[in-house]
């Protein structure tokens, strides 16, 4: 297939026909300029518009490969996703980090949502390969199926091929050639899942790669989990276009007669599943009860542990064990909201979140 552009010797590199119109200034009236205005072609009302590339970053656990099953089986079946109009469209899965996870997560996907997969348009590569090399392949295998619209790349770490993941040169150059799929066939939105740099927290959830990276992207997506079994889909450091509300899912253990061990035994998979308008306002609400609850016993047992506050407030698990991580995770929201502080090794109420926590038992 066709491509117009050039490599440059020096690096390697390609330069497409649009990097090398951009090195010719034009000097454009207002109606010449105004008049390149192209209306947004939205794949996902709102969200996700196609020709543009997008990261979606998360840590590990909060959903990237299950959100994404769930994205591409409501772009093939022309789904609404929490409300929004999906347009309907044929999917292409680059599955690099687990494939063979990946087969039993489209078996339990393809189950949860009733969807056929004999006649079910996503496609897969089913291995790791240099994108940038196998570019013209690609595109010549997406043409022979009539262009797609939707492109996952899961995750960029698997298909890098440069010799340092941490390096903003490198991981920038990655994000260029990426862009190059946005190309193909059918206009295709491209959405690249991504490891976030370290220590990530919701609202610095950036992708490895530094600005470099993020700069060459049209938005960040990112997941992010902060009560058990869901996780909230929004943005975060850079967005082309109007906001848009989050979008939570969650994230159900369910099985298939499809999906077994050797010996027969069922393995459980996860799928996101979207969550309504009732639900969420109903998830929400226990989060701000979980929230209050952690506030009463900061306020009351200051000099607690995390599991004697857990034992405090009933959260123990199945087998009587206090459900730690659940009351580490309320207390990091509670610090992001500057209510707690880490005061030598141990989490106190600042003041404001005194006067809160003393608000919240009072309304007890």
Not at 64 to 87: F, I, Q, R
Not at 110 to 126: G, K, P, Q, T, V
Not at 210 to 232: C, I, K, Q
Request: aromatic share 8%; glycine share 8%.
């Amino acid at each position: 297939m066709p491509h117009e552009g050039k490599y440059i010797d020096a690096e390697d590199r390609w330069q497409s026909a649009a990097e090398i119109s951009r090195m010719s200034p034009r000097l454009l009236t207002a109606h010449e300029f105004a008049g390149g205005y192209e209306a947004p072609a939205y794949l996902v009302e709102g969200v996700a518009q196609r020709k543009r590339l997008y990261s979606c970053t998360a840590v590990t656990g909060a959903g990237k490969t299950a959100v994404s099953l769930t994205l591409a089986v409501h772009v093939a079946m022309g789904m609404p996703l929490a409300g929004k109009e999906v347009e309907r469209g044929k999917v292409a899965f680059f599955a690099g980090e687990n494939p063979d996870d990946i087969r039993a997560r489209v078996l339990v996907t393809s189950e949860a949502f009733n969807a056929d997969l004999n006649s079910l348009e996503i496609f897969f590569f089913d291995h790791v390969f240099d994108i940038t090399s196998t570019y013209d392949h690609i595109a010549n295998c997406v043409q022979k199926i009539g262009g797609v619209d939707l492109v996952v790349i899961d995750t960029a770490a698997a298909f890098f091929q440069g010799d340092d993941e941490n390096s903003n040169t490198e991981l920038g150059n990655f994000a260029r050639d990426l862009r190059r799929l946005c190309d193909m066939d059918g206009g295709p939105c491209v959405i690249v899942n991504a490891h976030p740099t370290k220590t990530p927290s919701k609202h610095s959830l950036y992708p490895r790669g530094g600005g470099a990276f993020l700069n060459e992207v049209d938005g960040n997506f990112r997941l992010w989990s902060e009560d058990e079994g869901v996780t909230e889909l929004h943005w975060c450091g850079k967005f082309r276009g109007p906001d848009f509300d989050p979008i939570s899912f969650k994230l159900d253990v369910r099985t298939s007669d499809h999906v077994k061990d050797s010996k027969g035994r069922l393995i459980p998979s996860v799928v996101a599943l979207p969550v309504g308008e009732d639900e969420q306002a109903s998830l929400s609400k226990a989060a701000r009860s979980d929230e209050d609850g952690a506030l009463d016993v900061l306020l009351n047992y200051p000099s607690g542990s995390i599991s004697s506050w857990c034992e405090q407030l009933e959260w123990m698990t199945e087998n009587g064990e206090p459900q730690k991580s659940k009351m580490h995770r309320i207390i990091i929201r509670l610090h992001e909201d500057g209510l707690v502080t880490m005061k030598r090794k141990k989490w106190v109420l600042t003041k404001p979140g005194k006067q809160e926590a003393e608000r919240v038992c009072g309304a007890f």
